[in-house]
């Protein structure tokens, strides 16, 4: 069975750009999750959506959004892209998330690597 | 506000030798904890997870975290680690309501002395 798949690996924008990466769950996950990894701030909770809508936020700006699709893709969306925003985006699937999540596992892509010029 | 710490920030070992990393949290009610593994430039893979129940817990690739209310932490250990053990490992804490949303610790990177 297929892991999850983030697309692109590598990235470069430069200052004020916008860019959308993308995550494909393993089949049958409809939860997915997003995060970001620099070595200052660590691991950090972005967002998590399941059946196409948000259902936990962490503490980033509006500039940060995600979306999912029907088939339980998602992307996310960074606008107005600054230095600090240099860092590893990682996606995380589930079946379920949530309350339900007592005997599930959270299964990690590889990551997009975003930097910024 | 839920929080993790692993005040090891970077840890050498022999092969062979035996490994404890630490993990201290901060939770109101009675955590999620987990304990993943990143090799370098790939995602995260779950060691182990504990919910509830025998507070010992094993894990994959021979690892096992006891789970201490008392001192509220989640140590992770190894009675023989391998050159293959060098990576990052990040303890993580989340809540029954918001399983996914998970608050990592900062890491501790193991390396390993031939």
């Known amino acids: 069975k297929a892991g999850v798949t983030q697309t692109p690996r590598y990235l470069i924008k430069t200052r004020g750009q916008q860019v959308t990466l993308s995550c494909s769950p393993i089949?049958?996950?409809?939860?997915v999750s997003w995060y970001q990894q620099t070595p200052g701030q660590g691991l950090q909770f972005l967002f998590e959506?399941?059946?196409?809508?948000?259902?936990n936020k962490g503490n980033f700006p509006g500039r940060f959004s995600g979306r999912q699709f029907s088939n339980s893709r998602s992307e996310m969306n960074v606008s107005t892209l600054e230095l600090g925003d240099s860092a590893l985006y990682l996606c995380?699937?589930?079946?379920?998330?949530?309350?339900?999540?007592?005997?599930?596992?959270?299964?990690f892509g590889s990551g997009t690597q975003l930097s910024v010029l | 506000a839920q929080s993790v710490t692993q005040p090891d920030i970077h840890i050498t070992v022999s092969e062979g030798a035996s490994l404890e990393l630490r993990c201290n949290y901060s939770?109101?009610?009675?955590?999620?904890l987990f304990w993943y593994v990143q090799s370098p430039g790939q995602g995260l893979q779950l060691l182990l997870k504990?919910?509830?129940?025998?507070?010992l817990v094993q894990g994959i690739k021979g690892f096992e975290a006891e789970f201490k209310r008392s001192q509220s932490s989640f140590n992770l250990r190894k009675p023989s680690v391998h050159w293959s053990d060098a990576a990052e490992y990040f303890c993580?804490?989340?809540?029954?309501?918001?399983?996914?949303?998970?608050?990592f610790g900062s890491g501790t990177r193991l390396s390993i002395r031939p």
């Open positions: 993580a804490v989340a809540s029954y309501s918001s399983a996914s949303k998970i608050i």
């Open positions: 995380a699937s589930s079946l379920a998330g949530g309350a339900d999540a007592t005997n599930e596992k959270l299964f």
């Open positions: 959506y399941f059946s196409e809508t948000q259902r």
């Open positions: 504990y919910f509830s129940g025998d507070t």
């Open positions: 089949s049958g996950h409809r939860s």
């Open positions: 939770y109101g009610a009675t955590p999620y």
